[in-house]
Structures are given as structure tokens and as C-alpha cells.
């Protein structure tokens, strides 16, 4: 067997069903590795995450320059981020929402209208979830999570792509020019929708096998590897009945005629999120990401007040005589996402997911506790860089192992309602914490996020089982006890 030089080394495992040797998804994956083909799955799941971010960043630069235009209140302001985070709630097909009213926002004649479209774009950008999952089940069991952070780099680069393209564009052409142009990776993304590969796993699910081993076949050919010897076969469902193991997993990438799905089917998945063996996984999960999404959020909005030279009370602590200061701090705070997924990918499969996040959370607190105290310029910024660095370490880490957590059969459903959950933390938290902000109450807002992060890794230590070097399975086993939903 070869291999090039990027595919991880291979992993056969067969078994014998009567007579035939056989093998499933997840052992294929194993001895095919993770090369050339992954490549272009993984850029192309990667464009959805930089066009998310690239959306969520501008809210830093367009909120202060339309206070300022239409002469907002600071909540005016705050909504602005509540509505995107509140409409993110869509599916895949959404992304050509996100293209269409993130372009139109650009013509906003007044506030509302603003409010409105801004809100359709997070409903567009509620797909982010699905992408994931989709790239996840091409990824072999083997350094899952180094492969899987590598999306966290296209998070990274929209996000300080976004701080550079507002330095250069709003100050010459104006906020409504950076709306529009910060469409354009949407846009690339329905540009190559009608080339990507569907799931094999998720072929598997729905009896299509012969269309599953083609595509493994295909992965195995461009990697320069092989598949191993036997039939494959669907994982086992175990704890499912017919019509739930068939019906309930959504086609990630699916055409629109795949997509109208039926409700009851969707109501069935969502119910099994809250089964005897996923509802503490589930709770415990939906906590740890709130807290984080509030955390992440608030870090980027704080570094954004603090430096516009709004305030009513001077604690604009970042504001300097440079006019492009709020440009300046912003890029640089963005920057910290770079060091922060060299620490998740560093330990993340040396200490697993848990403690990974964990052990950001604990270090998220130590940078933001010296401002609950007045500090200079210069240690302020340093400090919100450290817990920048640290919350993106833990919400790349807490995204993967939310994914893996789950079972194929309610991967999506699990992944989706999670991600919702930490969306709502994005939703409150320019409400709150920024509000905190921007009326003098800076120590207040510092110490909720203590608490958040506190909370966060208290409740993602209590999560039954870590995924770590794990396989992903299909369905609930309900022989086991205490595996919850990891196949081993």
C-alpha cells in the first residue's frame, strides 16, 4: 500500500460476517487516510466558515459607524449583533439568503431595514454547523481533532481578512461598501455547491451502498491508497427502530428536493436529543457552548467599544488620536485566533476535548481578571489578545467535540441545536454585556464573563465520555450504559 506524504498512515480493520470479510465506513476511512481528496472538501467547508466570520466581524465596524450616521442609542446598536445571532437558526440551502440580504443591506435606507436584513443574513449563516458535519465524516477516527481544527484557520483568516478589508474600505468608500463586498465568499460558495460529494456515511445510512463504496473508492485512488479487502457494510443501529434509523439523519449537502423534509421525521430527531442516554450530554453541551459564544463574542464587541471613543463615560480605554484605532485593535485582536488554534491543535489530542477546553476556559479567566481594575492601553489590549487566544481555543475545540458526541443518526440535529444554543449567547450577549460596557460598568461586564467561562468548564468536565481517538458511530447503543453515543 502508498500513500503520499499528507495522508495520515493507514488503519485496516476487517471483519468477518458469515463467511465475507467485511468492513464499514469508518474503517475504510482508516485505511484510505486523509489526503488529496479531503483537500478541495475541506477548502470548500473552509469558505463557509470564513464567509461567517467575514459576517460576524463586520458587526464591530458597521454598528459604531451607523450610530453615528443615524444617531442610534447604544441598544439600537447592540441590536444590530442580536439579529444576526438570532437568525441564525437556517439550514445549508440558507446560503443563498446569506448572499442575497447581506448584499441588500448594503441599500439600507434606515435603521429597521437594516435590523431586518442583517437578521436574514444569520438565518443564512445557520448552516455553519452543517458544514462541519459534512467535512467531519470524511476525516478519518485518527488525529479527527488536528484535522477538524484546520477549519478554525479559515475562521481565523475571514475574521482578520474582514479587520483589514474595514481599515481600508470604510474610511474611503464608506460602512454600506463593506457590507456588500463581504458577501462575495457566500457567493462562492453556491458558485461550486453542484460539485460536492455527499456523505458516504450518510449514503450508507439510506441503503445506498454501491453509491457509498464509489465515492470511498474515488477517496482511496486520489489519496494513493486502498480500501480494505471485503464488502462494506452500514454500521449496526442498534436502539433505532426502521423508521427513525432511516429517516432521521439529514442529508448534509442535499439537493432542494432532499431538503423537504418531513416535520414529524424532524421533531422525532430533535426528541432524541433529550433520550435517557444523549439528555445530559445534550444539557451539559448547550451550557458549555452558550457560555462560550457569549465569552468569544464579548471579548471581540469589548475590544470594538473600547476603542470607538463613544462612550459616554471615557471608557473608551483603547481609544487613541489615530482615527483608524478602532481598525488597528480590532486586526490585532484578531490576529490572537492564530495562537489560539496552535494551542487547541497542540493539546487537543494529547489531553483530549474535555480538558482542552477546560484548561482555555481556565486561562480565558486569568488574562480577562486583571481588567477588572483600570490598566494602560497597552496592557488592555495585551490582556484582551490572551483571552481572545484563549476562548477561540476553546470554541474550536468545543465545536468538534460537540460533533463527535453525537451519533450520524442525530449527528446534525444534535450539532444544529447546539450551535443554536451558543447563538443564543451571541444574542444576548450584545444586550448585556455591552450594555454593561457602555454604561461605565466595565467590571461588571468582566466579571460575568468569569462566571460564564467558570460555569462553561465545570459543565463540559461533566459530559459522560471524551471523544478523543474515538470512531464516530451510527446510531445509540443501548447495550452500553455508560458509552453514551461513541462507538468503539
Same mark, same amino acid.
Not at 477516527?141 to 474582514?162: N, V
Not at 432542494?256 to 445534550?282: A, N, P, V
Not at 477588572?372 to 476562548?391: I, P
Given at each position: ?21 467485511? @468492513? ?5 476511512? *482508516? ?12 477548502? @470548500? ?8 466570520? &467575514? ?27 442580536? *439579529? ?12 443563498? %439568503?446569506?448572499?442575497? *440580504? ?88 453556491? %458558485? ?32 494513493? !491508497?486502498?480500501? /480494505? /479487502? ?20 439529514? /442529508? ?8 423537504? #423534509? ?20 445534550? %444539557? ?32 473608551? #480605554? ?6 483608524? !484605532? ?16 496552535? #494551542? ?62 453525537? /451519533? ?10 447546539? @450551535? ?6 451571541? &444574542? ?24 460564564? &467561562? ?35
Amino acid at each position: 500500500m502508498t500513500a503520499t506524504p499528507m495522508n495520515e498512515p493507514a488503519e485496516t480493520s476487517v471483519r468477518m460476517d458469515g463467511e465475507n470479510l467485511v @468492513y464499514t465506513v469508518d474503517e475504510a476511512l *482508516a485505511s484510505v487516510g486523509f489526503g488529496k481528496f479531503q483537500r478541495p472538501v475541506l477548502v @470548500y467547508a473552509g469558505l463557509a466558515f470564513i464567509a461567517e466570520a &467575514m459576517e460576524v466581524m463586520i458587526l464591530s465596524f458597521v454598528g459604531p459607524a451607523v450610530k453615528s450616521q443615524w444617531d442610534l442609542s447604544s441598544s439600537q446598536e447592540s441590536l444590530l449583533s442580536t *439579529a444576526v445571532f438570532g437568525g441564525m437558526k437556517g439550514f445549508l440551502g440558507a446560503t443563498l %439568503l446569506t448572499c442575497g *440580504a447581506g448584499l441588500l443591506s448594503a441599500f439600507s435606507p434606515n435603521y429597521a431595514y437594516l435590523v431586518i436584513l442583517r437578521c436574514l443574513v444569520g438565518s443564512g449563516l445557520g448552516g455553519g454547523s452543517v458544514f462541519s458535519s459534512w467535512f467531519l465524516e470524511f476525516v478519518p477516527a485518527s488525529h479527527r481533532g488536528k484535522r477538524m481544527l484546520l477549519l478554525s484557520w479559515f475562521w481565523a483568516f475571514g475574521s482578520i481578512f474582514e479587520a483589514f478589508l474595514a481599515w481600508m474600505v470604510v474610511p474611503r468608500l464608506g460602512w454600506r461598501w463593506l457590507l456588500a463586498v463581504s458577501c462575495l465568499p457566500a457567493f462562492a460558495l453556491l %458558485l461550486f455547491y453542484s460539485h460536492v460529494p455527499e456523505s458516504p456515511r450518510y449514503l450508507c445510512m439510506k441503503g445506498r451502498i454501491n453509491d457509498a463504496y464509489n465515492i470511498l473508492e474515488k477517496i482511496a485512488l486520489l489519496n494513493q !491508497s486502498q480500501l /480494505p /479487502p471485503g464488502e462494506l457494510v452500514p454500521d449496526s443501529t442498534i436502539g433505532l427502530d426502521e423508521e427513525s434509523a432511516t429517516s432521521e439523519y439529514t /442529508p448534509l449537502l442535499s439537493t432542494t428536493e432532499k431538503m423537504d #423534509l418531513d416535520f414529524r421525521s424532524g421533531f422525532q430527531s430533535f426528541l432524541m436529543l433529550f433520550s435517557s442516554k444523549l439528555i445530559r450530554t445534550t %444539557l451539559l453541551l448547550w451550557e458549555s457552548l452558550f457560555g462560550n459564544v457569549f465569552s468569544y463574542y464579548g471579548i471581540i464587541l469589548l475590544t470594538s467599544e473600547l476603542s470607538s471613543g463613544q462612550s459616554r463615560c471615557g471608557s473608551n #480605554l483603547l481609544k487613541s488620536e489615530n482615527p483608524d !484605532s478602532l481598525y488597528i485593535n480590532v486586526f490585532i485582536s484578531n490576529l490572537a485566533e492564530l495562537p489560539g488554534i496552535v #494551542l487547541s491543535a497542540t493539546i487537543v489530542d494529547r489531553i483530549g476535548r474535555k480538558l482542552t477546553v477546560a484548561v482555555a476556559f481556565v486561562l480565558a479567566g486569568i488574562f480577562l481578571l486583571p481588567l477588572v481594575y483600570h490598566q494602560s492601553a497597552t496592557l488592555t489590549m495585551s490582556f484582551l489578545f490572551g483571552a481572545r487566544m484563549s476562548t477561540k481555543a476553546a470554541l474550536s475545540v468545543a465545536t468538534i467535540y460537540g460533533l463527535e458526541l453525537y /451519533p450520524t443518526s442525530v449527528r446534525a440535529t444534535g450539532a444544529g441545536a447546539a @450551535y443554536a444554543a451558543g447563538k443564543v449567547g451571541g &444574542m444576548i450577549c450584545p444586550l448585556v454585556a455591552v450594555g454593561l460596557v457602555t454604561n461605565c460598568q466595565i467590571t461588571e461586564a468582566i466579571i460575568l464573563f468569569e462566571v460564564l &467561562m467558570a460555569v462553561s468548564a465545570v459543565c463540559v468536565m461533566f459530559i459522560p465520555v471524551d471523544t478523543k481517538g474515538q470512531k464516530l458511530c451510527d446510531s445509540i447503543d443501548v447495550s452500553d450504559s455508560k458509552q453514551v453515543v461513541v462507538g468503539q
